[in-house]
């Protein structure tokens, strides 16, 4: 990749060069085509401007930076298309950290701007622990907010993401828009909520900036239930609702603060919200 500086003449597509050399920093770039369009200055042939830039480049093993200080995205296959004002790469292969990467694009536009825009979108599949602490980045804190240590967790993951966030340095978590989807299986969090774990979760997620829908099924504090998670993280009529429907056996409801006895006793119904 630092050799490609060599071909690349500083003055053509400028600002596209400059972002590829500051954040895709490692590998190998296979290919590189250009299409450049001259025009003359007044019919002067000693005069003449760059009118239009365009090209495209593959490369393999790269590590790219999407947003310094988040972990880059490393051995990655994947091909990328420029002009004067945007770049867009297609990943066929990667990782972030431990995530694995199926497939995904970049896209950064607006090199004509004092502020690009940057588009990150995925098919990824990860242990829990991982998906989580990336989730976690002081860029994005979502677990921070919920008040769960992803090391306390386990299962797996396949999730489709999609982050648009402006090229700022001092990036805040309003500025991110992102939006997930993800399958997790097997899932369990110790201490998720009220002290309680969550255990065997098999539930489908969907995540963006303002909000958080959890479904499906698992053991919270022990009780089989289906569960449904909202939780909000902007002002909103509540911040977290909680709805678990299974059997308890009388302990269980105790530990919930559902103590029914004497009128019932033994496993019941539960329909608990928390």
């Known amino acids: 990749m630092p050799d490609l500086g060599r071909y690349w003449p500083k003055d053509t597509a400028p600002k596209p060069r400059k972002w590829i050399f500051a954040n895709i920093d490692t590998g190998n770039?296979?290919?590189?085509?250009?299409?450049?369009?001259?025009?003359?200055?007044?019919?002067?042939?000693?005069?003449?401007?760059?009118?239009?830039?365009?090209?495209?480049?593959?490369?393999?093993?790269?590590?790219?930076?999407?947003?310094?200080?988040?972990?880059?995205?490393?051995?990655?296959?994947?091909?990328?298309?420029?002009?004067?004002?945007s770049f867009s790469a297609n990943f066929m292969a990667g990782h972030v950290g431990g995530i694995q990467i199926d497939s995904g694009r970049l896209d950064i536009d607006g090199f004509n701007k004092?502020?690009?825009?940057?588009?990150?979108?995925?098919?990824?599949r990860a242990a829990m622990p991982d998906a989580l602490g990336l989730l976690d980045h002081p860029r994005l804190g979502y677990m921070k907010r919920l008040g769960i240590d992803p090391k306390a967790s386990e299962g797996q993951t396949t999730c489709h993401i999609t982050v648009v966030f402006p090229a700022d340095k001092d990036l805040v978590f309003e500025q991110v828009d992102l939006t997930a989807e993800a399958n997790l299986v097997g899932a369990g969090i110790k201490r998720v909520m009220f002290g309680k774990d969550l255990d065997d979760g098999n539930l489908g997620l969907k995540l963006t900036r303002k909000a958080m829908t959890i479904e499906g099924t698992g053991r919270f504090a022990g009780i089989p239930a289906a569960i449904t998670w909202n939780q909000n993280f902007i002002p909103a009529d509540f911040n977290t609702k909680i709805q678990l429907q299974g059997t308890a056996a009388e302990d269980q409801r105790k530990a919930l603060g559902a103590d029914l006895s004497p009128y019932v006793t033994g496993p019941d119904r539960l329909r608990r919200h928390l």
């Not at 003449?48 to 880059?72: C, E, F, N, Q, S």
């Not at 004092?114 to 990824?124: A, E, H, P």
């Open 114 to 124: 004092s502020v690009q825009t940057i588009k990150v979108d995925g098919n990824l």
């Open 29 to 85: 770039v296979e290919e590189v085509n250009a299409t450049l369009r001259l025009r003359l200055l007044g019919g002067d042939v000693n005069a003449i401007a760059l009118d239009k830039v365009a090209g495209t480049l593959t490369g393999k093993g790269l590590t790219i930076h999407y947003l310094k200080p988040m972990p880059p995205i490393t051995d990655a296959a994947a091909t990328g298309s420029f002009n004067a004002t």
